[in-house]
């Protein structure tokens, strides 16, 4: 079975600032990962993932994330946060093998930008 | 850009009802999910569907959930009594025969008095 920590709940940082949230998993098999963002009052919008391959991954809006095995981490960086960024992250993780694997979810970091 | 829709995007029910909750996957997928999430905890997982059967479902998912498939295109969740604790974000998901990667819908807020 799979696990996911979020270690900081919330994150306040300055507009223009970079920021850092942290992902740590658990798993006894190899994973795929995830960063999920919800917007306030929406859904959840896929912002980068790691099947395989390089461990520096980059997704929509600037945002980036590196699969770390030693560590079991999946850290998501931007070097310079805007006030549209503010909303909720999620990291995920799942087993490979096709379809009908269900996502395990960290408890989510509430990203605020301050102007 | 093809997407997962969610009908309704809220729900109020009284206790004891009876709720469908209806989604339309995104159209060339082939796997089909349920989440949860309640009001300021994380999003569960509830149940997977593949090939017109559950492939995976959780402990959250107990016999007062049902998922089916009554078209080409719908993937509906019914609640058959609903209980307080039942309040929460619902989301559908999607992903293609290649499987690794879900498409969340908008959600339903369900709201159970």
């Known amino acids: 079975a799979q696990s996911v920590t979020q270690l900081d709940s919330q994150v306040p940082v300055f507009e223009e600032a970079p920021v850092e949230l942290r992902c740590n998993y658990s798993s006894s098999v190899s994973v795929y990962l995830f960063w999920y963002v919800q917007y306030p009052n929406q859904g959840l919008q896929l912002l980068l993932k790691y099947l395989s391959g390089s461990t520096l991954v980059k997704g929509i809006n600037g945002f980036e994330a590196e699969f770390n095995k030693s560590q079991t981490s999946f850290h998501l960086r931007k070097p310079s946060v805007h006030i549209s960024d503010t909303a909720e992250y999620f990291c995920a993780v799942s087993a490979p093998g096709g379809g009908n694997t269900p996502l395990v979810f960290g408890k989510g970091t509430r990203l605020s930008v301050i102007a | 850009e093809p997407e997962v829709t969610q009908t309704p995007s809220h729900q109020v029910t009284q206790m004891g009802q009876e709720v469908i909750l209806r989604c339309v996957p995104i159209s060339n997928h082939l796997y089909f999910y349920w989440y949860r999430q309640i009001l300021g905890q994380k999003v569960e997982f509830l149940v997977s569907f593949y090939n017109n059967e559950i492939s995976e479902k959780s402990e959250i998912f107990d016999d007062q959930f049902s998922v089916e498939r009554p078209d080409g295109s719908n993937f509906t969740l019914k609640i058959r009594s609903t209980k307080l604790e039942d309040s929460a974000m619902y989301f559908c998901?999607?992903?293609?025969?290649?499987?690794?990667?879900?498409?969340f819908g908008p959600g339903t807020r369900l709201l159970v008095l």
């Open positions: 998901a999607s992903s293609s025969n290649q499987g690794e990667t879900q498409y």
